[in-house]
């Protein structure tokens, strides 16, 4: 007949005293508390591993930190483990090892994996945009939390300060970046649903707020203030450039000296620098060509045409047309991007194929077969297209001074 354990009792296991030499307590089932001369009590698992059937022990903790009746339902969970075949101690190793793969899986981790594969589908300057804003609104309290226990409650928690200033784009743009980078962690089977998936529902929607600008007529009046304004050459020309070439401030600010065909007058931007990732090609203007020759004395030396104040190897900063329109007073009435409307409006009222113009701006549809077809067949058609708004913005500096004019700096006259 089996011999039959006695299960321990709570006085049993914490009357046990030390010994001259280890002993063990049992109480059934595998379950034994090892005491040792030094007073310490451990619990270990005794059994035999599957397939193998070699001996083996598996320790549950210190008493009494784990509990008789803690080691008890531990003891229960390995043996239900052992029915099924499976080592409970490589069990907990690989638990452990998830657990602590969950655990360095922090938000701001998974955010730099997420932006680099993002990175391929957006400019440099929108990448960094979006990494300054989670670090500067959402890794200072949940970066380094791990990417399992980011919650909807804890999430909203931080934003609903931001949208209670007002900063309901702001806002949006984080609920919108944050469930990216959640979807990011699904797809790459690192959490199994989306936590943050209705959090941008939780504040109203900002109100849809077109770029300032000015009207075409008013246009004079901008190249006036641009002409007196106290502003550094590079600036100016940054400026004059963007007008006279209708692109993005970020695509102007980082021209480099090697995009240029000069044979051919026509800047080509590669796909990385442009918003929708693929190459354009900008016909120069006898005007466009003028600012660049002004240019060479101060930049030809550098990589970029219009090179940081600060640092020449550096092109200068997008935001730097921006802030100089701010201070020459067009605040909240004209902002950069705005400089491509005025060059539309003007372009659309005067008769221009709006097709072309929108090959101009680089704006583009979903059917690639037929954005490639018309980057080639518009080409040339925008050539003429170009200098008539290369002339047009000459004949509106009318009394002032132009940096693009024919001769370069010059008070053009009718």
Same mark, same amino acid.
């Given at each position: 007949?089996?011999?039959?354990?006695?299960?321990?009792?709570?006085?049993?296991?914490?009357?046990?005293?030390?010994?001259?030499?280890?002993?063990?307590?049992?109480?059934?089932?595998?379950?034994?508390?090892?005491?040792?001369? %030094? !007073?310490?009590?451990?619990?270990?698992?005794?059994?035999?591993?599957?397939?193998?059937?070699?001996?083996?022990?598996?320790?549950?903790?210190?008493?009494?930190?784990?509990?008789?009746?803690?080691?008890?339902? %531990?003891?229960?969970?390995?043996?239900?483990?052992?029915?099924?075949?499976?080592?409970?101690?490589?069990?907990?190793?690989?638990?452990?090892?998830?657990?602590?793969?969950?655990?360095?899986?922090?938000?701001?981790?998974?955010?730099?994996?997420?932006?680099?594969?993002?990175?391929?589908?957006?400019?440099?300057?929108?990448?960094?945009?979006?990494?300054?804003?989670?670090?500067?609104?959402?890794?200072?309290?949940?970066?380094?939390?791990?990417?399992?226990?980011?919650?909807?409650?804890?999430?909203?928690?931080?934003?609903?300060?931001?949208?209670?200033?007002?900063?309901?784009?702001?806002?949006?743009?984080?609920?919108?970046?944050?469930?990216?980078?959640?979807?990011?962690?699904?797809?790459?089977?690192?959490?199994?649903?989306?936590?943050?998936?209705?959090?941008?529902?939780?504040?109203?929607?900002?109100?849809? #707020?077109?770029?300032?600008?000015?009207?075409?007529?008013?246009?004079?009046?901008?190249?006036?203030?641009?002409?007196?304004?106290?502003?550094?050459?590079?600036?100016?020309?940054?400026?004059?450039?963007?007008?006279?070439?209708?692109?993005?401030?970020?695509?102007?600010?980082?021209?480099?000296?090697?995009?240029?065909?000069?044979?051919?007058?026509?800047?080509?931007?590669?796909?990385?620098?442009?918003?929708?990732? #693929?190459?354009?090609?900008?016909?120069?203007?006898?005007?466009?060509?003028?600012?660049?020759?002004?240019?060479?004395?101060?930049?030809?030396?550098?990589?970029?045409?219009?090179?940081? %104040?600060?640092?020449?190897?550096?092109?200068?900063?997008?935001?730097?047309?921006?802030?100089?329109?701010?201070?020459?007073?067009?605040?909240?009435?004209?902002?950069?991007?705005?400089?491509?409307?005025?060059?539309?409006?003007?372009?659309?009222?005067?008769?221009?194929?709006?097709?072309?113009?929108?090959?101009?701006?680089?704006?583009?549809?979903?059917?690639?077969?037929?954005?490639?077809? %018309?980057? &080639?067949?518009?080409?040339?058609?925008? #050539?003429?297209?170009?200098?008539?708004?290369?002339?047009?913005?000459?004949? &509106?500096?009318? !009394?002032?001074?132009?940096?693009?004019?024919?001769?370069?700096?010059?008070?053009?006259?009718?």
């Amino acid at each position: 007949m089996a011999r039959t354990t006695k299960p321990l009792t709570n006085t049993e296991v914490k009357q046990a005293k030390p010994k001259d030499k280890v002993y063990t307590l049992s109480d059934g089932g595998g379950l034994q508390l090892r005491v040792k001369p %030094n !007073g310490s009590k451990f619990w270990l698992f005794d059994y035999h591993r599957p397939y193998t059937k070699q001996r083996t022990c598996l320790s549950f903790g210190s008493f009494p930190d784990i509990s008789l009746a803690d080691a008890r339902h %531990n003891r229960d969970t390995s043996r239900e483990l052992l029915a099924k075949n499976i080592d409970p101690k490589e069990y907990r190793d690989e638990e452990n090892r998830i657990n602590e793969a969950a655990h360095s899986n922090t938000l701001e981790h998974i955010a730099e994996k997420w932006l680099e594969v993002k990175k391929a589908n957006v400019s440099a300057d929108h990448a960094t945009d979006t990494w300054r804003s989670l670090e500067l609104h959402i890794f200072p309290s949940l970066g380094k939390v791990p990417i399992h226990k980011i919650t909807a409650i804890k999430t909203i928690d931080i934003i609903n300060p931001i949208a209670a200033k007002g900063n309901l784009e702001t806002v949006k743009r984080l609920c919108q970046r944050l469930n990216e980078i959640m979807v990011y962690a699904v797809n790459t089977g690192l959490i199994a649903s989306n936590p943050l998936a209705g959090i941008g529902k939780a504040n109203q929607n900002p109100i849809k #707020k077109h770029l300032p600008t000015l009207k075409p007529e008013q246009l004079p009046a901008l190249l006036k203030t641009l002409a007196f304004a106290s502003i550094k050459t590079t600036t100016r020309c940054v400026i004059e450039w963007q007008l006279h070439t209708m692109v993005r401030p970020s695509e102007a600010a980082g021209a480099q000296w090697n995009e240029i065909d000069f044979e051919n007058n026509v800047w080509d931007i590669p796909a990385e620098r442009m918003k929708s990732k #693929k190459p354009h090609k900008v016909p120069l203007s006898d005007q466009a060509l003028n600012l660049l020759e002004l240019m060479k004395p101060i930049s030809s030396h550098s990589k970029y045409i219009f090179p940081s %104040n600060s640092d020449i190897k550096k092109h200068t900063n997008s935001s730097t047309a921006n802030m100089a329109l701010k201070r020459m007073g067009f605040e909240n009435k004209l902002v950069a991007h705005g400089l491509r409307s005025i060059a539309s409006t003007t372009l659309n009222e005067e008769g221009f194929d709006p097709d072309v113009i929108e090959a101009a701006l680089a704006h583009t549809g979903k059917n690639e077969v037929r954005n490639a077809y %018309n980057r &080639a067949l518009y080409l040339e058609r925008r #050539k003429p297209m170009m200098q008539w708004w290369s002339d047009h913005i000459e004949k &509106a500096a009318t !009394g002032n001074m132009s940096l693009a004019g024919q001769k370069g700096l010059k008070v053009v006259s009718q």
